[in-house]
């Protein structure tokens, strides 16, 4: 695939071989999980030692030797290894909340979210290849207390098929695709049958953090559940490697929409040049920019959160300078639902004139008679 060609690869250790690099669960078997198992990878920094194991009991630290192996090994500063390796800071956040959308409350039935009328978050599963320290739902991924046990997602389904206004069903967690082929395929299968849910999402980061779980059979299965849509979550340019572009690539072969929803990261990606590289990039994948979220008043993730005024600005700086479409909608999830953060380019009405602002700041206006 042409797109791929200039694009970094993961760097599998010498003792690895290419057959085991390359399988999903041995990938997911041999996660570094200790500072010891990191320093295969990084040399850990003694902030980093000192937060792994001061924050082990609170939000776990697991990693996938793929996304281990991007980290840079020397900088500690480096964008992915940021996403991934506790540092103290997350001990000092005075403000944090541990459920900013009340998603508890907004829960007719265990791990089923509900804000808006049609549609749902499903939290199928409570497990991910690897734990983001700004991760929304930190208080329950990695935790036994919120694993699906099957008598429960039967009770979840059993609420959509008597709730028929829902027609729109995002699987998330966790992340749906570390569910074996088996499972993902029944569970689809049961909400396949349901004749009022019209459109199946899978939220998922595997294809940035462990691409090769996006097999050609996974592929085949999801297929016979169309229309399905995917939303994968890359935050950095470094992130689009060759293999995480054929993951992409096996998706949108097999007729899956892909889109992404990144979040505006401090130190990571709230930089223009940075997001317009990113955004560039995954359309080049055949991967929709759709929302980048702002970060939310989430516990120990101050050094991750950006003013506002600054993402708008951030956003507002693309316009006209990159395609439209590879534009994302900036956006604040609330417990009332999501709040577009956008710059007006409206000015006003004079007279028979609407007065609109140019990408460039120049003043238009429009003849509009009311
Ligand atoms: S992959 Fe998604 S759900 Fe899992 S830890 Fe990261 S942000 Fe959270």
Redesign the pocket.
């Known amino acids: 695939m042409s797109a791929a060609r200039a694009l970094p690869s993961s760097r599998r250790p010498a003792d690895v071989s290419p057959e085991d690099w390359q399988d999903w669960t041995w990938q997911m078997r041999h996660r570094v999980r200790t500072t010891s198992d990191l320093a295969r990878f990084v040399e850990p920094t003694q902030d980093e030692t000192r937060a792994i194991a001061a924050l082990a009991s609170r939000f776990r630290f697991v990693i996938t030797p793929y996304y281990a192996s991007l980290l840079d090994p020397r900088d500690p500063d480096c964008p992915l290894r940021r996403q991934v390796v506790p540092r103290s800071a997350e001990l000092e956040d005075a403000a944090g909340l541990a459920d900013p959308l009340d998603e508890v409350a907004h829960s007719p039935v265990k791990n089923v979210i509900r804000v808006y009328h049609d549609r749902i978050a499903f939290c199928v599963n409570n497990e ?1 290849a ?3 320290r700004f ?4 208080r329950m ?1 990695g935790d036994e207390e919120w694993t699906m046990k099957r008598r429960e997602l039967e009770e979840a389904l059993a609420w959509i098929r008597r709730t028929p206004e829902i027609r729109d069903v995002l699987l998330t ?3 749906p695709l570390v569910f074996s082929d088996e499972r993902l395929d029944w569970l689809l299968s049961e909400l396949r049958a349901i004749p009022h849910v019209e459109i199946l999402r899978l939220g998922t ?1 595997l294809p940035v ?1 462990l691409p090769f779980r996006v097999t050609d059979a996974l592929c085949r299965m999801l297929e016979r559940h169309h229309p399905l849509w995917v939303h994968t ?1 890359f935050n950095h340019p470094r992130e689009l490697t060759v293999e995480a572009a054929e993951a992409c690539d096996r998706l949108t072969r097999a007729g899956v929409p892909v889109g992404n929803q990144s979040v505006l990261l401090r130190g990571i990606n709230d930089d223009p040049a940075v997001m317009k590289e990113l955004c560039e990039g995954l359309v080049r994948l055949r991967v929709r920019p759709y929302y980048c979220y702002q970060a939310q008043l989430l516990e120990g993730t101050a050094h991750f959160r950006v003013p506002i005024e600054r993402g708008i600005e951030l956003f507002r700086s693309l316009r006209g300078r990159t395609s439209g479409f590879a534009i994302p909608l900036y956006v604040l999830d609330t417990p009332h639902g999501k709040v577009p953060l956008t710059h007006s380019y409206v000015r006003g009405r004079e007279g028979d004139d609407v007065v609109l602002e140019t990408y460039e700041g120049a003043l238009w206006r429009e003849p509009n008679p009311l």
């Open positions: 991910c690897l734990y983001c991760c929304l739902r930190k991924v967690g966790g992340d980061r953090t979550h």
